[in-house]
């Protein structure tokens, strides 16, 4: 049931029903602690009194004292040091009657001339106040007020006679404590001894320790309230915004957020706010990436499509040979582009899967491009005659932080894409070298037509037109692959004619590591 409570309840609201709980038990602990300091304060207290009481008493019945006025004073005059730190002494006899009291004769300073004929009382021993009442059948009002000598009657008849017996005093802004305790001799009771002392620091401690414990009851309540404040404001809130930041995002609402503002925090929060709008940027960057890039490869479709299905309408009807022989050439190269295109289209969905799964590291890349040009001279040096030469400025290392097996792609499609665009017998050449600022610089050259685009940076536009005859064997999807690879190695790359003969030049630089 508790932990249904908390689940339904926000952050701030558990954060208050928790510490309203803890606060209601430590309040309880401390009411039980408060109910039971004066107890034990009076206790202490009324220890010592029974120790001058039991003193008192062995002295009486050493010097066989007599419970009359004469010898009473006489005994109060010789043992006063007994008392110096009580406020009043008092004795009666067997019937009550008073025959000794300290204040009657000025033993002490700090004696005082109240008298004691009424006394509200505080039962501590095992009798209760009504017990008292009972027995004596006294009307003690609202305030519970009866007299010495009624509360001694009491006594003498309760089933306590003989116990010390002590009892509280509170009027008049004075707190006085009263132990009082029968006087026997030979087995027979003589009198009774009283004995009270200002107790005023009882009262002083019990009140010291209530208003230290308000101070810190107000002092905690006032942190959890301001603390609640910060967290609402400067936490939950901020956490709220980003939930409907979310929300806004899923229901493609053009509603404005303030994550902007979020933003601009320099905590956590500042750098949750960021992740979560560049993951968003970048979550609609690939969606209309690849709405873009289908609407395109539909679009490229079509035209192979188009031609597939003319040639085919005239293949069927014609008798020329060597007409069906161009038919059939161009249904083959037809049949070839548009495979090359769905192979291509499936190998980047790939490898953008593959690009989030894969780590940066430390690369030499010499190794990496010599395996690439020994791959690629093994096949067309052969087959068509073309060479690739490999050069370098002379340095010894060429370290970069990237992907090995897309570094390798990066050539290879800079290498295919030369190709495509030379004669037989002609050379391609890679050089890696370190420029001037120390970037990493990879130039691939080729001795073909070079570029007849003024502006060549949109040969790295997917599906690009300006084709060789050879292009059924490519997509248009090469150097826009090779784009976003060094793109995503934080390079970049330029396409240009070269400038000591003819053909064409790709270069490409690297971050140095």
Same mark, same amino acid.
């Given at each position: 049931?508790?932990?249904?409570? %908390?689940?339904?309840?926000?952050?701030?609201?558990? =954060?208050?029903?928790?510490? *309203?709980?803890?606060?209601?038990? #430590?309040?309880?602990?401390?009411?039980?602690?408060?109910?039971?300091?004066?107890?034990?304060?009076?206790?202490? +207290?009324?220890?010592?009194?029974?120790?001058?009481?039991?003193?008192?008493?062995?002295?009486?019945? /050493?010097?066989?004292?007599?419970?009359?006025?004469?010898?009473?004073?006489?005994?109060?005059?010789?043992?006063?040091?007994?008392?110096?730190?009580?406020?009043?002494?008092?004795?009666?006899?067997?019937?009550?009657?008073?025959?000794?009291?300290?204040?009657?004769?000025?033993?002490?300073?700090?004696?005082?001339?109240?008298?004691?004929?009424?006394?509200?009382?505080?039962?501590?021993?095992? !009798?209760?106040?009504?017990?008292?009442?009972? +027995?004596?059948? @006294?009307?003690?009002?609202?305030?519970?007020?009866?007299?010495?000598?009624?509360?001694? =009657?009491?006594?003498?008849?309760?089933?306590? *006679?003989?116990?010390?017996?002590?009892?509280? $005093?509170?009027?008049?802004?004075?707190?006085?404590?009263?132990?009082?305790?029968?006087?026997?001799?030979?087995?027979?009771?003589?009198?009774?001894?009283?004995?009270?002392?200002?107790?005023?620091? #009882?009262?002083?401690?019990?009140?010291?320790?209530?208003?230290?414990?308000?101070?810190?009851?107000?002092?905690?309540?006032?942190?959890?309230?301001?603390?609640?404040?910060?967290?609402?404001?400067?936490?939950?809130?901020?956490?709220?915004?980003?939930?409907?930041?979310?929300?806004?995002?899923?229901? +493609?609402?053009?509603?404005?957020?303030?994550?902007?503002?979020?933003?601009?925090?320099?905590?956590?929060?500042?750098?949750?706010?960021?992740?979560?709008?560049?993951?968003?940027?970048?979550?609609?960057? /690939? @969606?209309?990436?690849?709405?873009? *890039?289908?609407?395109?490869?539909?679009?490229? @479709?079509?035209?192979?499509?188009?031609?597939?299905?003319?040639?085919?309408?005239?293949?069927?009807?014609?008798?020329?040979?060597?007409?069906?022989?161009?038919?059939? !050439?161009? %249904?083959?190269?037809?049949? $070839?582009?548009? !495979?090359?295109?769905?192979?291509?289209?499936?190998?980047?969905?790939?490898?953008?899967?593959?690009?989030?799964?894969?780590?940066?590291?430390?690369?030499?890349?010499?190794?990496?491009?010599?395996?690439?040009?020994?791959?690629?001279?093994? @096949?067309?040096?052969?087959?068509? &005659?073309?060479? #690739?030469?490999? %050069?370098?400025?002379?340095?010894?290392?060429?370290?970069?932080?990237? #992907?090995?097996?897309?570094?390798?792609?990066?050539?290879?499609?800079? %290498?295919?894409?030369?190709?495509?665009?030379?004669?037989?017998?002609?050379?391609?050449?890679?050089?890696?070298?370190?420029?001037?600022?120390?970037?990493?610089?990879?130039?691939?050259?080729?001795?073909?037509?070079?570029?007849?685009?003024?502006?060549?940076?949109?040969?790295?536009?997917?599906?690009?037109?300006? /084709?060789?005859?050879?292009?059924?064997?490519?997509?248009?999807?090469?150097?826009?692959?090779?784009?976003?690879?060094?793109?995503?190695?934080? &390079?970049?790359?330029?396409?240009?004619?070269?400038?000591?003969?003819?053909?064409?030049?790709?270069?490409?630089?690297?971050?140095?590591?």
């Amino acid at each position: 049931m508790f932990s249904r409570l %908390l689940k339904n309840l926000s952050i701030l609201k558990k =954060f208050l029903f928790i510490n *309203f709980i803890f606060f209601s038990i #430590i309040s309880l602990f401390t009411y039980i602690y408060l109910e039971n300091v004066q107890p034990n304060l009076i206790k202490k +207290k009324s220890s010592n009194h029974i120790e001058v009481i039991n003193n008192t008493i062995d002295n009486l019945t /050493r010097l066989n004292i007599r419970f009359v006025e004469e010898d009473i004073r006489k005994f109060l005059f010789s043992t006063r040091f007994l008392f110096q730190n009580l406020d009043r002494v008092i004795f009666f006899d067997n019937q009550l009657n008073l025959v000794g009291d300290t204040d009657t004769l000025d033993l002490d300073p700090r004696s005082f001339s109240k008298r004691l004929d009424t006394v509200e009382l505080e039962i501590l021993n095992e !009798e209760k106040t009504k017990d008292i009442v009972e +027995k004596k059948n @006294i009307d003690v009002g609202n305030k519970n007020t009866v007299s010495l000598k009624d509360i001694l =009657f009491n006594y003498a008849g309760s089933k306590n *006679f003989g116990i010390p017996y002590t009892f509280t $005093q509170d009027e008049f802004k004075k707190f006085y404590l009263t132990t009082i305790k029968n006087v026997m001799l030979d087995g027979e009771n003589i009198g009774y001894l009283a004995i009270t002392e200002n107790a005023n620091d #009882i009262k002083a401690a019990i009140e010291e320790r209530k208003t230290f414990i308000i101070r810190t009851a107000l002092a905690v309540g006032l942190v959890i309230i301001i603390f609640s404040f910060v967290l609402n404001k400067y936490f939950l809130k901020p956490i709220k915004n980003l939930v409907i930041y979310t929300k806004t995002i899923k229901n +493609k609402n053009a509603k404005a957020s303030n994550i902007e503002s979020l933003k601009l925090r320099n905590d956590e929060l500042g750098l949750l706010s960021n992740s979560l709008d560049d993951m968003t940027l970048e979550l609609q960057k /690939r @969606i209309s990436h690849a709405e873009n *890039f289908s609407t395109d490869l539909v679009h490229e @479709i079509r035209n192979p499509l188009a031609s597939l299905k003319s040639a085919s309408e005239i293949l069927h009807d014609t008798t020329d040979i060597n007409q069906r022989e161009k038919l059939i !050439e161009i %249904l083959s190269h037809d049949v $070839q582009r548009i !495979e090359r295109l769905i192979t291509d289209y499936s190998q980047i969905l790939k490898d953008e899967v593959a690009l989030s799964k894969e780590k940066v590291k430390k690369l030499d890349i010499e190794p990496i491009i010599k395996s690439v040009v020994d791959d690629f001279n093994n @096949i067309y040096k052969l087959k068509r &005659g073309i060479k #690739i030469s490999y %050069l370098n400025d002379g340095k010894k290392k060429y370290y970069i932080n990237g #992907i090995e097996n897309r570094i390798e792609q990066i050539i290879a499609n800079l %290498l295919d894409n030369a190709i495509s665009f030379s004669d037989n017998n002609k050379v391609v050449t890679v050089k890696v070298s370190k420029s001037k600022n120390d970037r990493i610089q990879i130039n691939v050259l080729d001795e073909g037509e070079g570029f007849k685009e003024k502006d060549t940076n949109k040969i790295f536009n997917r599906f690009y037109s300006n /084709r060789p005859d050879r292009f059924g064997q490519h997509s248009g999807l090469g150097l826009n692959i090779v784009k976003n690879l060094v793109d995503l190695h934080n &390079g970049t790359i330029k396409a240009s004619n070269r400038l000591d003969q003819k053909g064409a030049s790709m270069e490409i630089t690297f971050p140095n590591a």
